[in-house]
């Protein structure tokens, strides 16, 4: 696996409760800029020990010259209030993609290497013939490797708002995806009501 995380931060329109104590009250309108000027001066953004920081701003000041600011301070992302949950939730996952892409690209579980900006997989030095969708439910297996991923997870993440899922559209990317592992490649797992596990052999 990748030794580098990704981490997201929503910045509400406050300070932290820890950054109170040491800074002066702000003006409701430059609130969410003293909280990420607070969070640019105390926490690690960008790729800082392996850890990659996303700031994604929540506010409900949506003037032009709020989003420049808080963007020149190192946001990554900037939603105005209110929101619709499913758009927060497509900017999230927009992000972490994002985050995803600025260390090394290549996953890693036993033999198997899965080059995420390219969506190349090999074992070894034989290479992998990939469907789309595949890569995408081998990547979120491997970023997990050794640990639960819920089958909802990846029905979420494989498949878009508007496309139609049959019952089993996961359990046939599972079964595609052991098949073409081989023995060589790790196992794939059935966690039976919960989901799937990927582990090294």
């Not at 995380?5 to 104590?21: I, N």
């Not at 090394?104 to 198997?112: R, S, V």
């Not at 359990?171 to 059935?190: C, D, H, N, S, V």
Request: glycine letters at 8%; a positive charge; hydrophobic letters at 45%.
């Amino acid at each position: 696996m990748r030794s580098e995380q990704t981490k997201l931060v929503t910045v509400p329109g406050a300070l932290p409760a820890q950054a109170s104590r040491h800074a002066p009250a702000a003006p409701a309108r430059t609130r969410p800029l003293a909280a990420l000027l607070w969070f640019a001066r105390n926490k690690p953004l960008g790729a800082v020990g392996g850890i990659i920081v996303l700031i994604l701003i929540l506010t409900a000041l949506g003037e032009v010259k709020d989003k420049v600011r808080c963007f020149n301070l190192g946001a990554d992302d900037y939603l105005t209030k209110p929101f619709d949950l499913d758009e927060f939730e497509a900017r999230v996952r927009a992000l972490v993609r994002r985050g995803k892409g600025r260390l090394d690209p290549t996953l890693k579980c036993g033999a198997l290497l899965l080059d995420t900006s390219s969506a190349t997989a090999r074992i070894g030095d034989q290479p992998l013939v990939l469907r789309r969708r595949e890569v995408t439910v081998l990547e979120i297996l491997m970023s997990h490797a050794g640990r639960l991923v819920r089958k909802e997870r990846l029905i979420s993440e494989v498949f878009g708002f508007d496309d139609p899922v049959a019952p089993n559209a996961i359990e046939l990317y599972i079964a595609r995806l052991r098949q073409k592992l081989g023995p060589q490649g790790p196992t794939i797992k059935t966690v039976r009501g919960l989901g799937y596990l990927m582990e090294d052999r």
